[in-house]
């Protein structure tokens, strides 16, 4: 479909829920293509093709709303789903800050953030065997050691994203992203560790080597053979990118609107104040072109900007759409994330904790006894009272050196004494990732082991 037909469908929409008696109405339209291909110890494991499209309509009747949604967009499905929204929103409970956003951006084009590579829709099924192929061959080739695999995994695909309200707002995204995963396994003496690494971009041609990603998935995967259980002790903690990076996730949580207009965030009250380390900065970048995040407009329609939440350890603001935005009294930062069937929430596109100049191995050396998380396991936080604590592998530190594995172990502390105890930051963040962290060095954690 060109962008004459999306809006064609868009209009015919919230005409015909206008005309029903809505007094605003939105809707989200979004179609999609996804191609994923597995394979595993050199045979083709199993591929899987899809092609979805998704008409979401949230119709506004006084301060009432109703979010109705169906995969039919022929003239009859869409008067059906018109018919659905107004036969229900009559029921649905009175909400004084329910409503369109109130800036007026109709008539502003969208950003172009090259965010579609046209490459990757006429990729074809054996040329993403091909890659996922040569990444686990590359693990193989690595050592001897490395003998199992739960597999090696291409996807690919397309997103079309269309959004349109009767305020004259019409927006249209086009998106594309392929990613690249292996899970070796390496096995000595009777035991097996597993691990991976990835790759994943907008452009097929950004996609990191095949073969490297492989052999980075397999030594990873060595270096946890002959793992011990750790001793338990309070001692610094170094989380590794990836797993730092589920730290901007807990953070996220915690400014999150609905978190804070419900109270149950350990940081309400807190903008202004200092709640982390001076090294803490962290920001949320929608435009950042090809990012894996990256989007023009947010949920609610608005146009995306660059956002700084935290700046040299002092909370700025908090994330917030349009909805809670004004339970809180202050416009919305446009973090607006919404799936066609539902209502919009606050999510974020490309957050990231700044990184340094060091090298990681530099963070290493400042550490006389401690430990390197490489992985974290389970769900022990809690971003109401900010407590800590979850499941562990990773690499024991001596005398600013990596020494042995070590599993089996808990970390425990708290959000606020873990982001006012970093004294180190990498330059190894993931590009990759919609929530990107370098290393962190924490100046103390309890470790729950043996």
């Given at each position: 479909?060109?962008?004459n037909s999306?809006?064609s469908?868009?209009?015919?929409?919230?005409?015909?829920?206008m005309?029903?008696?809505?007094?605003?109405?939105?809707?989200l339209?979004?179609t999609?293509?996804?191609?994923?291909?597995?394979t595993?110890?050199?045979?083709?494991?199993?591929v899987?093709?899809?092609?979805?499209t998704?008409?979401?309509?949230?119709?506004?009747?006084?301060t009432?709303?109703?979010v109705?949604?169906?995969?039919d967009?022929?003239?009859?499905?869409?008067?059906a789903?018109?018919?659905?929204a107004m036969?229900r929103?009559?029921?649905?409970?009175e909400?004084?800050?329910?409503?369109?956003p109130?800036?007026d951006?109709?008539g502003t084009?969208t950003?172009?953030?090259?965010?579609?590579?046209?490459?990757?829709?006429?990729?074809?099924?054996?040329?993403?065997?091909?890659?996922?192929?040569?990444?686990?061959?590359?693990?193989?080739?690595v050592?001897?050691?490395?003998?199992n695999?739960?597999?090696?995994?291409?996807?690919?695909?397309c997103?079309?994203?269309?959004f349109?309200?009767s305020r004259?707002?019409?927006?249209?995204?086009?998106?594309?992203?392929?990613?690249?995963?292996?899970?070796?396994l390496?096995?000595?003496?009777?035991?097996?560790?597993?691990d991976?690494?990835?790759?994943?971009?907008r452009?097929?041609s950004?996609?990191?080597d095949?073969?490297?990603?492989g052999?980075?998935?397999?030594?990873?995967a060595?270096?946890r053979?002959?793992?011990?259980?750790?001793?338990?002790?309070?001692?610094?903690?170094?989380?590794?990118?990836?797993?730092?990076a589920s730290?901007l996730?807990?953070?996220?949580?915690?400014?999150?609107?609905?978190?804070i207009?419900?109270?149950?965030?350990?940081?309400?009250?807190?903008?202004g104040?200092?709640?982390?380390?001076?090294l803490?900065n962290?920001?949320?970048?929608?435009l950042?072109?090809?990012?894996p995040?990256?989007r023009?407009?947010?949920?609610?329609?608005?146009?995306t900007?660059?956002?700084?939440?935290?700046?040299?350890?002092r909370l700025?603001?908090?994330l917030t759409?349009?909805?809670?935005g004004?339970r809180?009294?202050?416009?919305s930062?446009?973090?607006?994330?919404?799936?066609?069937?539902?209502?919009p929430m606050?999510?974020?596109?490309?957050?990231?904790l700044?990184?340094?100049d060091v090298?990681?191995?530099?963070?290493?050396?400042?550490?006389k006894?401690g430990?390197?998380?490489?992985e974290?396991?389970?769900?022990?936080?809690?971003?109401?009272?900010?407590?800590?604590?979850?499941g562990?592998?990773?690499?024991?530190?001596e005398?600013g050196?990596?020494?042995y594995p070590v599993h089996?172990?808990?970390?425990?502390s708290?959000?606020?004494?873990?982001?006012?105890?970093?004294?180190?930051?990498?330059?190894?963040?993931?590009?990759?990732?919609?929530?990107?962290?370098?290393s962190l060095?924490?100046?103390?954690?309890?470790i729950?082991?043996?």
């Amino acid at each position: 479909m060109d962008d004459n037909s999306w809006q064609s469908v868009t209009d015919s929409l919230i005409k015909q829920a206008m005309h029903a008696g809505a007094t605003d109405a939105e809707v989200l339209l979004r179609t999609s293509t996804r191609t994923e291909v597995v394979t595993r110890m050199g045979e083709t494991d199993g591929v899987l093709q899809a092609r979805e499209t998704v008409a979401g309509l949230r119709v506004f009747s006084g301060t009432r709303s109703v979010v109705v949604s169906g995969s039919d967009i022929s003239e009859p499905a869409l008067a059906a789903l018109v018919d659905a929204a107004m036969s229900r929103v009559r029921f649905a409970p009175e909400d004084p800050f329910a409503g369109l956003p109130d800036v007026d951006e109709s008539g502003t084009s969208t950003p172009d953030l090259d965010l579609y590579d046209p490459q990757l829709e006429s990729l074809d099924i054996e040329q993403a065997l091909s890659l996922s192929y040569e990444a686990e061959r590359a693990a193989f080739g690595v050592d001897p050691r490395i003998s199992n695999s739960e597999g090696s995994e291409c996807v690919y695909g397309c997103v079309d994203e269309v959004f349109s309200n009767s305020r004259n707002v019409y927006r249209h995204c086009r998106s594309s992203r392929i990613d690249l995963h292996v899970v070796p396994l390496a096995i000595a003496n009777g035991v097996m560790e597993r691990d991976s690494w990835f790759s994943s971009k907008r452009y097929l041609s950004d996609l990191a080597d095949p073969a490297t990603i492989g052999e980075l998935a397999a030594h990873r995967a060595l270096r946890r053979l002959s793992a011990v259980q750790a001793l338990t002790c309070k001692v610094p903690v170094i989380f590794e990118a990836r797993a730092a990076a589920s730290l901007l996730g807990d953070l996220a949580t915690a400014v999150s609107g609905y978190q804070i207009y419900k109270k149950s965030s350990y940081l309400c009250g807190k903008i202004g104040e200092v709640i982390g380390s001076a090294l803490l900065n962290v920001e949320d970048n929608p435009l950042v072109p090809r990012g894996p995040g990256s989007r023009p407009f947010d949920g609610d329609g608005l146009l995306t900007r660059r956002l700084p939440i935290v700046e040299n350890g002092r909370l700025l603001t908090y994330l917030t759409d349009t909805y809670s935005g004004r339970r809180l009294g202050v416009e919305s930062t446009r973090n607006a994330n919404r799936n066609p069937a539902d209502a919009p929430m606050v999510g974020v596109s490309n957050l990231r904790l700044r990184s340094t100049d060091v090298p990681v191995g530099d963070l290493i050396s400042e550490v006389k006894n401690g430990v390197m998380v490489t992985e974290l396991f389970g769900f022990g936080v809690n971003t109401t009272t900010g407590s800590y604590s979850r499941g562990a592998a990773g690499i024991w530190i001596e005398n600013g050196r990596l020494t042995y594995p070590v599993h089996e172990f808990t970390i425990a502390s708290t959000l606020p004494l873990i982001f006012a105890g970093i004294v180190g930051i990498a330059d190894d963040a993931h590009p990759d990732m919609r929530f990107s962290s370098p290393s962190l060095l924490i100046s103390e954690m309890t470790i729950a082991g043996k």
